[in-house]
């Protein structure tokens, strides 16, 4: 029986692969865009949204096969290709989402789906690669354990499968509503109901993290009766049932059984929708009535719609190789990210309300976040699919609408504040930039600029909206080291850059003027004395714990996602993060240490570029090959943009990506690369550009959508390209010699020709002296000054150290809380201060002025004097829930609960994950000496001794242990410890040790709070 299911799939497959291509050629026709896509390119150590199985662009429905289980969350969740077997076919591989699976079997009834180890315990099946086709819009596998072919393909909102069971066994499908997900999620309640003899429908109420609730509504409609339902909740199995349900974090399922007969196959049809089973019925009934149960027909539907998106983009010449590594990276440019309204536009907002869009064929978008996508997405979209683009901008703008403010990533159109900054800021400014106006433009400007003025906040349907970090950045011109990571003050100051080009493209002059001097504060963290970009406190100085290149880079489960300091980075990737004026950084470091920094990265980060150095793994550093152009060394740009084509994107299923493919940002990354296209702006100036490097292809042919561009098609044609004949010897644009290393986007736009001739060697006189593409008349920012005394807290006296890294600029400062003017005390060579003492400080060059910056220090044991008649045993403690980055981020919440715990403990803890507790007290000192205290957390934590802050082990990050030394008196001294947990595993420890104290956890005896 086996040998004939194998011999039926090998036949098909022969068909697909190759009789598809013996037709094209007999008809003298090319091989089809869409025929190079290999969907199980990159799926080993993938995450969720890196699914095999078929889907439309941004589908609803990503129906594919699943094979992990609880074990393998978060970078590994949904399939790995390397475990050669299947637990069911999923519906939802969206970031943070889930849904159902259905499972064909036969034979004993398994409730359970198994492991990976072992199979045999639950109802998975194992299978092999060799036999699995994979293909943009239909997936096939053999599950080897019942003989079974499984055939996959969909529509946007709803699945079509076809199931060839073995012939003399009758047939089993199950739907289960609990399986493994990217993240942990838990199930709050869930049903599923018969409808009819052939049709079923349910839902399923889920929580995942600490923002996203979501019921999944499905409906289910086979092409011949069952003969019976079933089901489970937990281990329960009930039989010959109509309805099951659930009300708590169940595992939950049914099971339909048929008798099969001569006729071995089962096909199913599945839709789902976010607002009801109704809705879930209208998608089914609208997009798979058209196919009936011709499962063919909607297949090559599938693969017809890829093909007229992917054929956007023509190329000749280049290998195989080349073809389906871009055309699968394009490809995953669309597939990621997804629609959540219904066919006729009714979606579920932030707050749980049924919506309706105002046209339901401009759908509403979700997704992880616009972290890094001007690099990527952003670029590739507007380019080929500025309809798709407007589309996004319109769904931004109407959850805007809805819920108040612009989302970040609006991950199941909740506000779930992922990542940080306000990215889609430049995805709206982009569009508005480049023509893509089917948009209310003041609307936007008002929802960016709100977003870059309001401080942040936790929403009232749940979840964070906006900066978290802005007022102090507003306020001092960064973001300091006890509130947040100073990569933060880059990202905002990109954005503000965008907000000012969006101003000054409305006419909005005074606006323009405000953000692009914000677009500077770049400048504040930028440490002449290392060169690179750096945490600083708030009045300074800059953190002692600086590290070049720890932090982050890597692959797979080896992969860092940085430090407390720089945002999934580390400073050598982010001190390059200036894309909105990277000449101003270029002289900031000096041209020729810009360049050999930038060399001996890209050459000790060789071959992969996953490195501490170059990381193309992972935003922050994507721009990385492209900064030569900018630095004089064009050849160098275009030799590391094709080193990084060729080495860091791969053909396979385990070496596809070496970093992590975040929902086509990759794959976009890789198609304007290969074009040999970038923008370092992310495309938002008022005159877009785009810069030029060495493309893979001899002649691509891009297609241009008339209703946005007034050309048909514009053409890059590469002279003698090869794999040797990289480097450009001479340009020309529209028969024009071109001597910039960048040309316009509104001459793409009007179609046209670049045509490029290269050669084996660099031509480095080639726009060596090019003009920088965008040249900004206003004025330079005086930074804001700081002190350089790392001790802040004094016995006796201390002298006060105050600088301004802008040349020539004076510093005028007052000690007694007024704000500093031109007639302040002037600062020549330190300010000598003997008690609690807080110096404000301000720069001023000619006509400018910086902001000010507040420096607090202290003299020891100025306190409030505590008896042991005032307290009694135990400290006190508020807990909170959340999703928090840094300490900060909760000291304002209100509290969940209070209470008295023995010593500093997280057992009063209500979930596992994204919490706070604040302790606070007293410790009790017996003998004067030198005491040594450690704070060991995962993710965050800060600790006060004498309301003055003693360790500082903020942000996410592993479980670090950081230990001070200070001197303390007899009796009662305050002592506060403020820890968060965001995701992953938990940590908390807070030790000492002294005079007679060998190192150990703080014991109960010594702490105590007010009676």
Request: aromatic residues 14%; hydrophobic residues 35%.
């Amino acid at each position: 029986m086996k040998e004939y299911i194998y011999f039926k799939v090998r036949l098909f497959k022969l068909f697909l692969v190759f009789g598809v291509v013996l037709l094209q050629s007999c008809l003298q026709k090319e091989k089809q865009p869409v025929d190079y896509v290999n969907t199980l390119l990159g799926t080993s150590s993938s995450r969720w949204m890196l699914y095999p199985g078929p889907s439309m662009p941004f589908g609803m429905v990503k129906l594919s096969p699943d094979n992990t289980d609880e074990t393998h969350y978060q970078l590994g969740a949904g399939y790995e290709y390397k475990i050669n077997s299947i637990s069911g076919f999923g519906h939802v591989h969206s970031w943070m989402m889930g849904s159902f699976t259905t499972m064909p079997t036969t034979g004993e009834l398994k409730i359970a789906p198994g492991t990976s180890e072992d199979p045999d315990a639950g109802y998975r099946s194992r299978i092999n690669n060799d036999n699995t086709i994979a293909t943009a819009g239909y997936y096939s596998a053999i599950l080897e354990d019942y003989n079974i072919l499984a055939e996959l393909t969909a529509t946007t909102r709803a699945g079509f499968q076809r199931y060839t069971f073995p012939k003399g066994e009758n047939g089993r499908v199950l739907f289960d509503l609990k399986v493994a997900e990217e993240e942990p999620s838990k199930n709050i309640k869930a049903e599923i109901s018969k409808i009819s003899d052939t049709e079923i429908e349910g839902y399923v109420q889920r929580e995942a993290g600490d923002w996203n609730e979501y019921t999944l509504h499905f409906a289910a409609r086979f092409n011949r009766p069952f003969k019976s339902m079933g089901g489970w909740t937990g281990t329960n199995i009930l039989e010959n049932t109509e309805d099951i349900k659930i009300s708590e974090d169940l595992d939950m399922g049914a099971f339909l059984e048929f008798n099969l007969g001569d006729d071995q196959v089962v096909l199913l049809k599945t839709a789902i929708s976010y607002v009801s089973t109704e809705q879930a019925w209208l998608n089914l009934n609208t997009e798979m009535d058209p196919f009936g149960w011709d499962f063919d027909k909607a297949r090559d539907n599938a693969r017809n719609v890829w093909n007229t998106l992917l054929k956007k983009i023509k190329v000749k010449g280049g290998s195989e190789t080349d073809k389906l590594k871009f055309y699968t990276n394009l490809y995953r440019a669309y597939c990621s990210r997804s629609i959540f309204s219904d066919v006729n536009g009714k979606y579920v907002d932030m707050c749980e309300k049924v919506q309706q869009a105002p046209n339901p064929d401009s759908p509403i978008y979700g997704c992880d976040a616009f972290w890094g996508s001007a690099w990527n997405l952003n670029q590739l979209w507007s380019l080929l699919t500025p309809d798709y683009t407007e589309q996004w901008v319109n769904s931004l703008l109407e959850l805007y609408d809805d819920g108040g403010w612009l989302a970040d990533a609006p991950g199941g159109l909740e506000y779930s504040s992922i990542m940080v900054a306000a990215h889609q800021v430049p995805f709206i400014v982009m569009a508005w930039q480049k023509g893509i106006r089917g948009f209310d433009a003041e609307k936007a400007y008002k929802a960016m600029k709100e977003i870059q003025m309001i401080p942040g906040k936790p929403h009232e349907c749940g979840g964070y909206v906006g900066n978290r970090n802005l007022k102090t950045y507003m306020d001092i011109g960064f973001v300091p080291a006890n509130e947040g990571p100073v990569s933060n003050t880059l990202e905002y100051a990109y954005d503000d850059w965008c907000v000012a080009q969006m101003a000054k493209a409305l006419g909005k002059t005074e606006d323009y003027n405000y953000f692009m001097r914000r677009a500077q504060y770049y400048r504040n963290v930028y440490d002449p004395s290392t060169g690179y970009m750096r945490a600083k406190y708030a009045g300074g100085p800059w953190t002692e714990d600086f590290s070049v290149s720890t932090g982050a880079g890597g692959q797979g489960q080896n992969f860092g996602y940085g430090s407390k300091n720089y945002v999934e980075a580390n400073a050598w990737q982010f001190s390059w993060y200036v894309p909105q004026d990277v000449s101003a950084l270029i002289e900031l470091m000096g041209v020729d240490e810009f360049n050999d920094r930038l060399e001996h990265g890209f050459k000790n980060s060789y071959p992969h570029f996953t490195s501490e150095y170059v990381n193309i793994g992972n935003q922050p550093n994507m721009e990385a090959p492209w900064l030569f152009n900018y630095s004089r060394k064009p050849w160098l740009t275009q030799f590391w943009v094709r080193e990084v084509l060729d080495n860091y994107f791969g053909t396979g299923p385990i070496d596809g990506y070496h970093g992590d493919e975040d929902q086509g940002q990759m794959g976009a990354f890789y198609v304007m690369s290969a074009m040999g296209l970038f923008e370092m702006d992310g495309g938002s100036s008022v005159d877009p550009v785009y810069e030029i490097s060495s493309p893979v292809f001899e002649k691509i042919t891009i297609q241009l959508d008339q209703n946005y561009y007034k050309g048909k098609e514009f053409v890059i044609e590469a002279k003698n390209i090869s794999t040797e004949n990289k480097y450009i010897q001479s340009a020309k644009l529209n028969g024009k010699e071109l001597t910039n290393f960048w040309f316009r986007h509104e001459e793409l736009a009007k179609g046209g020709k670049l045509e490029l001739v290269m050669g084996p060697e660099p031509n480095k006189e080639w726009a060596v002296n090019s003009e920088y593409p965008l040249k900004e008349d206003v004025p330079v920012i005086v930074t804001t000054p700081y002190v350089s005394n790392l001790e802040k807290v004094f016995k006796t006296e201390c002298t006060v150290n105050m600088v301004c890294d802008t040349k020539g600029a004076e510093i005028r400062y007052t000690v007694d809380d007024s704000e500093p003017t031109r007639n302040s005390s002037l600062y020549t060579d330190g300010l000598v201060v003997n008690k609690n003492t807080s110096v404000k400080m301000k720069a001023f060059k000619g006509d400018e002025a910086s902001l000010t910056a507040t420096a607090v220090f202290k003299k020891m044991g100025e306190i409030k004097r505590v008896s042991m008649n005032e307290v009694k045993p135990g400290i006190s403690y508020k807990y909170t829930q959340g999703i928090y980055r840094m300490v900060n981020d909760f000291l304002d919440v209100t509290p969940l609960k209070t209470g008295v715990v023995p010593t500093f403990t997280m057992e009063p803890r209500e979930k596992e994950q994204f919490f706070s507790f604040d302790f606070e007290g007293y410790i009790n000192i017996k003998q004067a000496g030198e005491y040594t205290f450690y704070l060991a957390t995962n993710d965050g934590g800060r600790m006060y001794i004498d309301d003055n802050m003693i360790i500082n082990n903020d942000g996410l990050h592993p479980v670090v242990e950081v230990g001070k030394k200070v001197e303390l008196k007899t009796g009662l001294h305050p002592i506060s410890v403020k820890y968060f947990q965001e995701g992953g595993l938990n940590g908390l420890k807070v030790s000492w040790e002294g005079p007679g104290i060998e190192k150990q956890e703080i014991p109960p005896k010594v702490l105590f709070h007010m009676k």
